[in-house]
């Protein structure tokens, strides 16, 4: 973010600082919030004017973390993104969703009936140690970090969590698959790899928005979820037609399947909400 002078820029800093000590203290009066950083209280009431007129303070002084994330560029300046810390956290969650990817791939292989050298299952103690690998960076990052370092850090946690319980829902459909009575065949059997097909290019968009900043990828991930939903909605209808071991088994690839796509995109909305402090909205089912 550029600033046009240091009048500027050390206005911005008190506005986070503020912020950082509602959010932290939860100070019950405007005496002990002036206190707390070291303002005047007749400063400390046009500093608060600002914020409230802003919406990312209200009454009672409660910060609201809608209106924080739309402003995240304004009142971070002290945060400096680009440190060795921060980038240390950031490889960590890729090698994350690398081994959790791998999961999807190898539960997908099974389904289409290929031998694999490392099943989903396989993975998840990998899974996890890579996982445990990120929290740990995350808490590191937390407590070294100004503010919003610790608000960024519940972000990166979220999606952290959302490429383990995908890893997780990929060993639940290749468990699945291992304790088939019987499989699908013919049309059904294609649409449901096509949606195996269409999650990875997801997973793609997914990586282009967090690891890239790419956010013009939030369209083409969305557009890509809308047909998903098409064609699962479309799947359930033909599934019908199977034997009640057949169309139980189907429901869970499928609907287990939804259930990764959802965690991926919602990854991607909020790796968009980290770097742009803009809510993408998200595509209803």
């Known amino acids: 973010m550029a600033h046009s002078g240091g009048n500027l820029h050390s206005r911005e800093r008190t506005l986070a600082t503020v912020i950082e000590a509602i959010d932290t ?20 009431s046009e500093v608060l004017q600002e914020l409230k007129h802003k919406g990312m303070v209200r009454k009672a002084y409660v910060v609201d973390d809608d209106a924080i994330f739309e402003q995240v560029e304004e009142v971070a300046s002290r945060w400096n993104c680009e ?6 956290l950031f490889a960590c969650l890729e090698r994350l969703n690398d081994v959790t990817l791998e999961q999807y791939q190898a539960a997908a292989a099974a389904f289409r009936g290929e031998n694999v050298t490392e099943s989903a299952d396989t993975l998840e103690p990998l899974a996890n140690e890579r996982y445990g690998a990120v929290l740990r960076e995350i808490k590191s990052f937390t407590i070294t970090t100004d503010w ?13 969590v959302n490429f383990e319980i995908a890893g997780d829902r990929a060993c ?13 065949t013919g049309a059904v059997h294609e649409r449901v790899v096509d949606i195996f ?9 997914v990586e282009s928005v967090l690891f890239e900043g790419d956010l013009d990828a939030m369209e083409a991930l969305h557009d890509t979820e809308k047909t998903v939903h098409r064609d699962l909605q479309e799947l359930f209808e033909l599934v019908t037609a199977y034997d009640p071991d057949t169309y139980g088994y189907l ?9 990764i796509i959802h965690y991926w995109v919602s990854a991607a909305e909020t790796a968009t909400r980290i770097h742009s402090g803009v809510d993408p909205g998200h595509v209803e089912i």
């Open 83 to 88: 440190g060795d810390q921060f980038e240390t």
């Open 25 to 44: 203290e939860a100070p019950e009066t405007k005496a002990e919030l002036a206190e707390t950083v070291g303002l005047s209280q007749n400063y400390l």
């Open 148 to 160: 919003p370092g610790n608000r960024i850090s519940a972000a990166l946690a979220t999606i952290a």
């Open 197 to 205: 097909e269409a999650g990875e290019r997801i997973n793609g968009h």
């Open 172 to 184: 639940l459909i290749a468990d699945a698959v291992a304790h088939a009575e019987a499989e699908p």
């Open 251 to 259: 429901v869970t690839v499928t609907r287990t399947l939804e259930r």
